[in-house]
């Protein structure tokens, strides 16, 4: 069982960005995926999450409009774009998979990946 994630990096602010997590080993189709998120100093946070069909969608305040979160099962795989970026938007990002009933709780998911650094310059 395995989460990969990819696509961060250095970036300005207003810039965009899109996170990709391959899940593999397992099927995840099922699943409800998310993606967290750990500043500097800070504690990992919800940043949005999508539910097994690919319908409900949730997202953090601070993300809400900025953030959408899609995925596409035939490809194992769970997207971030990320857009409007802002430099408190600096954290590694985590993604994650289970079959979790409140999407916000990191405590939920099952599996986790190993993180991807995004970094936004002012």
């Known amino acids: 069982v395995q989460l990969t994630e990819s696509g961060g990096g250095l970036v300005q602010a207003g810039d965009s960005l899109t996170l990709s997590c391959l899940a593999s080993?397992?099927?995840?189709?099922?699943?409800?995926m998310g993606w967290f998120r750990q500043g500097p100093g800070k504690e990992r946070e919800f940043v949005a999450a999508?539910?097994?069909?690919?319908?409900?969608?949730f997202y953090a305040d601070s993300v809400k409009g900025r953030f959408t979160i899609s995925r596409d099962n035939d490809k194992s795989t769970v997207y971030l774009q990320m857009n409007s970026l802002k430099p408190e938007d600096t954290a590694v990002y985590y993604c994650?998979?289970?079959?979790?009933?409140?999407?916000?709780?990191?405590?939920?998911?099952?599996?986790w990946g190993q993180g991807t650094q995004v970094t936004v310059s002012s």
């Open positions: 994650a998979s289970g079959s979790v009933l409140k999407p916000r709780g990191a405590g939920e998911y099952e599996y």
């Open positions: 080993g397992r099927s995840f189709s099922s699943d409800a």
């Open positions: 999508i539910r097994w069909g690919g319908v409900s969608t």
